[in-house]
């Protein structure tokens, strides 16, 4: 073996290969394909990457490790984080380990990136049905000595004849396709045609359906609708992590992780290319019959064989990847710049100038994108700053230009993006809620995934916790507590968590622990380590970590940031436009669609309106994307409303810390909270 | 070694490798990167690729090569070629032989297809210069807190401000390139715009040159001028062989080995991309001073270091691929298609529809072409048949639609090409003159290479026979036997011989040797092995390939048949436009350039009409592609021309056999030579 290598093995995975010495564990897991957590990007604050360094000699992989085989212990970063009895049994942090020489290394349950129960379903918006890719179907005559012009001619004179298409260009992929189609066709094709103006694919005879798909890249998760451009129909959603999560959980992480590794942007690039061919293979996959391997017969040898088993009655599309001959992407101006590997470097400098507003139409080849050869993808276009195609996409599908109505649009990601106005002003911001409200640099912070607590409710009286967790029907006081296997909290719990903290009379309406009151309760503790007040939400026994799941005093300085940041955001864009009131609050995102909207208000995630007010949009954004789809003028559309959007730089507004500061407290003035009697006991409102 | 396969080593290249048991000679030669010559495209009739298959062992080489290493001796086909004593000592038809075991094949000189000596060298035509490429240099304000605008709007405010460009598309790939540019370039740029559409490249601050280059694919050479776009000017001329004639000499050759081969079309279609690559390398390397080996000093190690040695006074371009930004390609219909891998087999079946007429704007990227990333590349329009995109370039740059005057131009290479008429009226046909008139199909013809007899003169009197070698100044009367090292007959030496063989009465107006005057004469007998009659060029001594050069009735036969299907073209084209007389005869083609024009004449090439009405406009096609390169209006004249010109299917039309066999004499008819009279002996003019 190389002198400069080391034999690094993860476990429980089993990966393994060699690394050259000297990087780091989380840098040695992206090589062998392992996923750990690392939602600071490196930058060693968020503790979530801890590992286990295996001392002795594993025979079974021939290889000796020691704990001196990884970089010392560095007491300054490594002690916040880990205990030191954890520190003994051999845990470190996996971005300050470097590999010194072959080691065994044990990925602990918490510290891995599972992957995420995403719900960003379709809704059913109307869409005008206007596909950009349309097909055709033409019938011609054969080439006669009389009449011997060539085949793309012949099919170009049966589409203006037929249907009024003129001076249409070819892709060359398509074109090669061309004499056979005509021809197995007995002189009758199908022709697809983007925009009305390329012809991007034939097909022998007469064909009935294509498709497309229309896909969000949001920066923690990437959700995409399949839909057949015939029909206007969803057929599937399907939905995965941004596989560059492991770079960094916010988009400044990323653009930081561009800025120091040569080749990052590619291989974040190449990451979400990778990831979204994936998502594709998987809308695919759905529309064939699942397969089941064949019993083999009594001494039958030979390789395993599969065999389709469909379901009773169900009919399957069987869509190919040249099935597919369009695609619309939309997402945050970061995400945006670094699929098309754009340098994000100066949209995270002020004065945040984007490489481009306007929208995009590419040959998905030239990304390496795998859909039909020929076919062109849309990439929404940009608004400014970090508002980007994703904003464009809600924008289209809310469409607040074309209404009378005042309405406040909030999409919650871990970018928080935010669009105020009506058909005679708009105006949009982004504020850095950070990725709090979607469960990282949280203690016990994870994504919605199971074992993720999603709901809780405190008594107030006993403060005791019930809580509910992803993948578990019955809350925690219908249950064993083994059978809970609660492993962390997620975006939705963490919104809840802060609204019965305080309804608990548990923290203060400046967010501080009340120690007064909680001396004494069995949940309420001063952490030995760092010497801060933690309340326990769930108890080691509950776990699936074995571990207390606690909310420490940051946690809730995290989500007050957060919630901050965005009720700030709402305030100084109302001031604006010099308006006290909205007609309608629009949640989109992930958040939107499980958030409650009382506690929201509560809270004061946003400024006061009726409840009934509050209306969840979801993914609007995909909605968006799948809107441009089916409906070329929304492509127009979308061009149009990015460079009439007023964008403000709220960083700048005047009073802005001012504002953020007051936007932190819990509740922001209960003088506007009077539809709040009732909900929330008199003498917290009363605070 | 696997039991499938066999090594073969090629001498005197020295390639060596494994192939399949069972492949041919040609095949394996290849596999392995050795050229032997295929003029028949392996329809084992032109007995061009003769090996000698060595027997021994081989220590050297690790092998045993044995003569029954390859498939047993042909009788019927190759008797023909090889003679007894060949046969003896081990020659074989490389098309025949297939590789049973190990063997050693020794490929003499006169099968080695050879690098050709081209002499297409750029005219001085007029071109307006409006080329589809044009550069821009903009300076823009950097982005301010108040103007935040992306950087690619404000180059585009820019571009439209001072150049009045608006709706500006852009190439991903470019559009990398963009942050950096402005950034490097303090916020000045240099964009290149293709067709006022799409932006193609961004240099920081101000570039003064872009480059093009504009091919020609013949069936046999491949010509290309490499120009800047900015001045107009013609840089360099660079030229290479068409690397698919190892697959067949003429386009039915080429066709068929589609048609035959799996992944035929493939493989012909890369070769040529690898070819212009090569190509495009060549015009490069040209613009860099001449590289020379370092001298180590004394004891010094480490690996060779070249130095570059620029010429006193000389200036250098140092141009790179990224430098070329667009590129205009023409081509015959089969040409053109192989060329774009689209299906070339109907072109070659009547009606002969091709896969497209109209022009294509194409990625360079998407075929593999090495120039800019972002550059595309314009494929000139064909006509109908095999009357492709090469003789629309032969239009554009000649213009006879243009003109009053009825002008005749013959674009001859292997395959024919014909135009006739005026403003009023014009139409085109082709005519298969078969590669016989470029020295394949001829016993000893060869291309325009090194040792190709290119001039003769035989004296009427004695019969003796004068001639000239391609890279020897001195004639044969005036050098040492063994100085002169013939090899061949090239296309320009054919015709002089079939007008001396006449003039000197040694064949008859019907192209039969003149037995009775011959008999005794030295030069004249009987092969022994085919019984055919012959007549000796050059003496064995004299050549280089240890072979007396003969020309053999047969061979008089070929050139009679290609300068009868000129002949007969030409005449019926001038029935069907009902003219008699033309005002111009254009001859384009390497070969119009080298012909002698009363030669020409004499043997009927074209029917009557003044001398000095002829001539000679050299590669033609190429200005055309050139003229196209440099004015994007030729494109869109192309686009008309080539559907406006009437394509006259010759062998349909009624007594076409007829006419041929008449054109097959010499001359056709005396009467119409009055002009001949002093040039040709009376006695033969009146035969």
């Not at 006669?144 to 298409?165: N, Q, S």
């Not at 669609?593 to 929201?600: E, I, L, M, Q, Y």
Request: hydrophobic letters at 35%; a neutral charge; one cysteine or more.
């Amino acid at each position: 073996m190389d002198d400069n290598k080391a034999m690094v093995i993860f476990q429980p995975s089993g990966r393994r290969g060699e690394v050259l010495k000297g990087v780091n564990v989380i840098e040695a897991s992206r090589l062998l394909g392992v996923d750990i957590e690392a939602l600071c990007g490196e930058k060693k604050v968020c503790g979530k990457c801890k590992v286990r360094i295996e001392e002795g000699r594993f025979e079974k992989y021939g290889i000796e490790s020691k704990r001196t085989h990884v970089s010392p212990w560095l007491e300054k970063e490594e002690s916040k984080f880990i205990s030191p009895k954890e520190k003994e049994s051999g845990y470190r942090l996996a971005c300050v380990s470097q590999i010194k020489g072959d080691v065994l290394v044990f990925v602990p349950e918490e510290s891995r990136a599972g992957k995420q129960v995403v719900s960003k379903a379709a809704r059913d918006i109307h869409i005008e049905h206007n596909p950009a890719v349309k097909i055709y179907y033409i019938e011609v005559d054969p080439p006669a000595f009389e009449e011997p012009t060539g085949d793309f001619e012949r099919v170009c004179r049966g589409l203006e004849r037929e249907f009024g298409l003129t001076d249409l260009a070819v892709d060359i992929f398509a074109l090669r396709e061309l004499p056979t189609a005509l021809r197995d066709g007995k002189w009758s094709v199908t022709v697809s045609v983007w925009n009305d103006k390329e012809i991007i694919r034939f097909r022998p005879g007469k064909a009935e359906h294509s498709y497309g798909l229309a896909i969000d890249i949001g920066t923690t998760t990437v959700a995409a609708y399949f839909c057949d451009l015939t029909t206007k129909g969803v057929i599937d959603t399907v939905s995965m992590m941004n596989p560059q999560c492991k770079y960094g959980e916010d988009v400044m992480a990323r653009i930081t992780y561009h800025m120091t590794t040569p080749d990052g942007l590619k291989r974040m690039s190449d990451d979400i290319i990778e990831g979204l061919n994936s998502l594709i293979d998987q809308a695919i996959q759905n529309t064939y019959p699942p397969k089941k391997k064949r019993k083999k017969k009594k001494g039958e040898e030979g390789p395993d064989e599969y065999m389709e088993v469909p379901e009773k009655g169900k009919t399957y599309l069987r869509v190919t990847k040249q099935d597919i001959e369009d695609l619309t992407i939309g997402g945050n101006t970061a995400m945006h710049h670094i699929f098309l590997k754009l340098n994000p470097e100066f949209v995270g400098l002020a004065p945040f100038p984007p490489v481009i507003h306007h929208s995009l139409d590419i040959k998905a080849r030239d990304l390496g994108l795998q859909i039909n050869t020929s076919a062109y993808i849309f990439v929404l276009p940009n608004e400014a700053g970090f508002v980007g195609a994703d904003n464009v996409g809600v924008l289209i599908a809310e469409e607040p230009y074309k209404k009378e109505e005042i309405s406040l649009i909030i999409d919650i990601g871990t970018n928080g993006e935010l669009v105020l106005g009506n058909k005679h002003k708009l105006i949009s911001s982004s504020c850095a809620t950070g990725p709090a409200l979607e469960g990282a640099q949280i203690a016990f912070g994870m994504r919605a995934a199971p074992g993720a607590i999603e709901r809780i409710a405190i008594d107030p009286k006993t403060r005791d916790v019930d809580y509910k967790v992803i993948g578990r029907d019955a809350w925690r006081k219908y249950s064993e507590p083994k059978d809970m296997k609660a492993k962390g909290i997620c975006g939705s719990g963490i919104l809840d968590l802060l609204a019965e903290l305080y309804r608990a009379g548990i923290i203060t309406k400046s967010g501080v622990f009340n120690r007064k009151e909680l001396e004494n309760h069995p949940r309420y503790r001063i952490n030995p380590n760092n010497k801060q007040p933690e309340f326990v939400l769930a108890w080691a026994e509950e776990s699936s970590i074995d571990k207390d799941i606690v909310v420490t005093q940051k946690d809730v300085r995290q989500i007050q940031l957060a919630k901050g940041a965005l009720y700030a955001g709402c305030k100084l864009m109302m001031r604006r436009m010099g308006m006290e009131k909205m007609d309608k609050v629009k949640i989109a995102g992930a958040f939107g669609t499980h958030v409650d909207r009382t506690k929201a208000l509560v809270m004061g995630l946003f400024p006061d309106c009726a409840i009934e007010m509050i209306e969840s949009i979801g993914n609007a954004a995909g909605d968006g994307c799948r809107a441009a789809l089916m409906n070329r003028r929304k492509r127009a559309e979308a061009n149009w409303v990015s460079r009439n959007v007023e964008y403000v730089e709220l960083t700048v507004e005047t009073d802005f810390q001012q504002q953020f500061m007051e936007a932190m407290q819990i509740p922001h003035m209960k003088d506007k909270f009077p539809h709040l009697e009732g909900v929330v006991p008199e003498k917290i409102l009363n605070q």
